[in-house]
């Protein structure tokens, strides 16, 4: 019986299982748009589960998919032998970017995601003799997951802390944002890109041939969705191709759709050399996160002969790289995404959405809006010596009134699975508009 007082509070999901153990909060099932809660009441999902359902939930196919693989192939290992499903796979992503994107590695998280494309990053410069370039950058308030590369390049201090030493050599860009510059913009700042030019300085205190690669989200979302000024990611790029730098994106988030395209690095018309992706590769049916390297960048890592031409090989992977049933799920959402035009469907809804966001403007407590594609975020004022209270009580409430967000603090992120439909949105902002004038 699955009513939340009854169960043994063993199993430790997040730190958030504090929160938890006071308000229990369950859900059951999902379909579509909608959880059903162990209570047997109807939740809106306002954010794709955790920024991973693109394609709503119980998608037949998917599930589909995953049935007819399992039943006939439980597990293929991906190190001396291999199946066919996962370079399937790569083939398809692959061809949904623009660009000379070559090889796909995947392991089986976003964190993991990002602690491969940080090692392969690395390699990268040694197997070209460029063995100086040690050094990482990533940026205040960026998230990266929960690996120690991960919190190593993230900007959250209470991720870090009592985790040190962490990785060597690694500083942070200033975050893209300023309340006061950025209030209740609407997609993306004008004021801010010169904030690309602190990695100059970075640059400069360390020497450029010191300096392996920088990883950022494109938009920051597990802090609050920071949206990048216009132009900042290009200024990046440029600071990096002058100083032989790599650009890695964190799309864990941002890929498969959230933008209206397939991934923000073509939203942004910026090519990184790696791109980090999880989340919505599966339709968060099965765990599966993938490193997806330019040409020339996954050669380098592979393929090292020492100076008398012997080859070394370096060991990365995973036991459950490119699972068959991971792959299969991989595949079966991206033929869902593309024969729904899901991609093109959150581009059609990006200025409606738009519209029902800034609607909230005057609402009690919001002192900020934001949004670009199918993603917003809005910020309330912290209550006075109790930071985040307000924003969990947002939370609760609005579970209580059949919707699920998202909050970091004070701020409510939302990010609907893209097949939402307009009277969805509409009431997405009509219950977060009740609750927060509702709010102490
Ligand atoms: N990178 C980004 C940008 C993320 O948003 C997340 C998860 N929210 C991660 C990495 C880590 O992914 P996972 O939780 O699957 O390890």
Not at 250 to 270: C, M, S, W
Request: charged share 20%; hydrophobic share 40%.
């Amino acid at each position: 019986d699955a009513t939340p007082n009854n169960l043994e509070p063993y199993w430790m999901p997040f730190t958030w299982n504090r929160q938890f153990k006071k308000d229990p909060m369950l859900v059951t099932s999902a379909k579509g748009m909608h959880y059903t809660s162990a209570d047997g009441r109807e939740i809106l999902d306002g954010t794709a589960g955790l920024w991973c359902c693109n394609a709503g939930h119980g998608r037949e196919k998917i599930v589909e998919a995953v049935q007819q693989v399992v039943s006939h192939l439980d597990y293929a290992p991906s190190f001396q032998v291999s199946h066919p499903l996962p370079f399937e796979l790569a083939s398809r992503i692959r061809s949904m970017l623009p660009g000379d994107y070559e090889h796909v590695f995947f392991c089986n998280s976003g964190s993991e995601a990002v602690d491969s494309a940080l090692k392969i990053a690395l390699a990268y410069h040694r197997v070209r003799g460029d063995a100086a370039r040690t050094r990482l950058i990533g940026r205040e308030r960026g998230y990266h997951g929960t690996g120690f590369g991960g919190i190593s390049v993230g900007g959250i201090v209470k991720n870090r802390m009592f985790f040190g030493p962490l990785m060597n050599g690694v500083d942070h860009l200033p975050h893209t944002h300023n309340l006061e510059h950025n209030a209740f913009t609407r997609g993306q700042p004008q004021w801010g890109a010169h904030l690309a030019d602190e990695l100059e300085r970075i640059v400069q205190l360390h020497d450029a041939s010191t300096i392996a690669a920088v990883i950022v989200e494109p938009v920051a979302g597990s802090t609050g969705v920071l949206i990048p000024p216009q132009d900042y990611l290009k200024r990046l790029r440029e600071i990096c191709d002058r100083h032989g730098i790599l650009l890695i994106f964190d799309e864990v988030i941002t890929g498969f759709g959230r933008l209206g395209k397939p991934f923000a690095t073509e939203y942004f018309g910026v090519k990184p050399d790696i791109i980090t992706c999880a989340k919505g590769l599966t339709n968060g049916v099965i765990p599966m996160g993938g490193v997806i390297c330019r040409k020339g960048i996954y050669d380098a890592f592979m393929d090292w002969a020492d100076e008398s031409g012997n080859t070394i090989e370096l060991f990365h992977g995973y036991t459950y790289s490119g699972h068959p049933v991971a792959a299969a799920a991989g595949l079966a959402t991206l033929d869902v995404y593309n024969e729904e035009g899901l991609f093109e469907r959150a581009n059609e809804l990006a200025p409606y959405w738009e519209e029902a966001v800034h609607s909230l403007k005057g609402t009690r407590h919001v002192i900020d809006l934001r949004n670009l594609g199918l993603i917003s975020g809005i910020e309330l004022e912290p209550r006075p010596g109790a930071p985040g209270a307000r924003g969990y009580e947002a939370f609760k409430r609005c579970f209580e009134k059949g919707l699920l967000i998202r909050v970091t603090g004070d701020i409510i992120a939302l990010s609907p699975p893209l097949i939402v439909d307009k009277p969805q949105i509409d009431q997405m902002y009509t219950t977060l508009r009740e609750v927060l004038e509702n709010l102490d």
